[in-house]
């Protein structure tokens, strides 16, 4: 995978943030939107951070023997790649529309950038996040166990991205148990606040916009 950071075209996008948490449908329909809007070249590069009702979210890969407890919440397929996830207040979605035509055609980089981001964030609160081989999403170890902290799933779209990452702040953790989180049965899910990181949604959010300077657009 590609690390080299590419030189970006000079663009102002737009951050939107969501004060009351959106309904996947609703969500769905505001990107797939957004997606046509940017292909045509009528909207700038859009990033927006949200948050979701309790909610699963099947990706193309779910297995449906993961989706343990299918009447705890609703669930949603969508068209991102990944397998099963949880959405739910405490959690920092991020939905990232970018051109890839403006940067640099390449899925990867833009996951790997995604990737970059939280990892970066993480460090602005004294975390350790990272890769792993073989494994979506950012990982911390805690305990001498792996345990996941952010997810990652994207969609494109003639070169145009959408869905996104999600970091967990300070949902309900409980919550993840209504499926086997992104296929891996033998991890567990953390969180900030788990780590004894008492940050809030604003300071998340602040360290967001700080870190993606050079690296986002």
Known sequence: MKTALKTLPVSEP???????????????????????????????????????????TAGTSAVAEELIDAARFPVYETGRGGKHTYHGPGQRVIYAHCDLRRRDKDVRQHVWRLEEWIIRVLKEFDVTGGRREGRIGIWVERDGRDEKIAAIGVRVRRWVTYHGLALNINPDL????????????????????????????????????????????
């Open 14 to 56: 737009e951050w939107r943030v969501a004060t009351a948490p959106i309904p996947y449908p609703e969500a769905l329909a505001v990107m797939e939107e957004r997606v046509a809007a940017i292909e045509a070249g009528a909207a700038p590069e859009l990033f927006w951070l949200l948050e979701h009702p309790p909610l699963y």
């Open 174 to 217: 409980s919550h993840f148990s209504g499926i086997v989180p992104c296929g891996l049965p033998e991890f567990g899910v953390t969180s900030l606040h788990a780590l004894d990181v008492k940050a809030t949604m604003a300071d998340v959010d602040q360290a967001f916009r700080k870190t993606a300077a050079g690296l986002i657009f």
